[in-house]
């Protein structure tokens, strides 16, 4: 079975096509419906870039001492870590931006599949 990301479609590809025109729904394909799960495993990705690209700073300013650590390769593997910290704040519940996204695919998926308003 094809994956919906790979076919550019489901909640993943739905976000985006949509991208900045919220009405370029109505002129996609019929796909695949996204379920809530993978609504919200989505919005858990969503989440864990963006507690990723919060915390990165504060990690910035700290200078690791010398004889434990510090050069190249902990400059190199730092942005791994705090990629690591934002997945594991969101497997623990988060800050509910997941949730979030989850019912904004939702209703966009539903928005998608309901008929056109009549032209009066």
Known sequence: ?????????????????????PLAFRKLPAAAA????????????FEAMYLSEMLQPMFDGI?????FGGGHGEEMFQSLAVNEYAKAMTDSGGVGIAAA???????L?????????AAN
């Open 1 to 21: 079975m094809q994956s919906d990301v790979s076919s550019g479609l489901g909640a993943d590809g739905l976000l985006t096509a949509i991208g900045s025109n």
């Open 34 to 45: 996204a379920t809530p799960a993978e609504a919200l495993k989505t919005g858990q990705k």
């Open 63 to 67: 200078k690791s001492d010398a004889v």
């Open 101 to 107: 996204v989850q019912r904004e695919i939702l209703r």
């Open 109 to 117: 998926q539903e928005q998608a599949h309901a008929p056109a308003p």
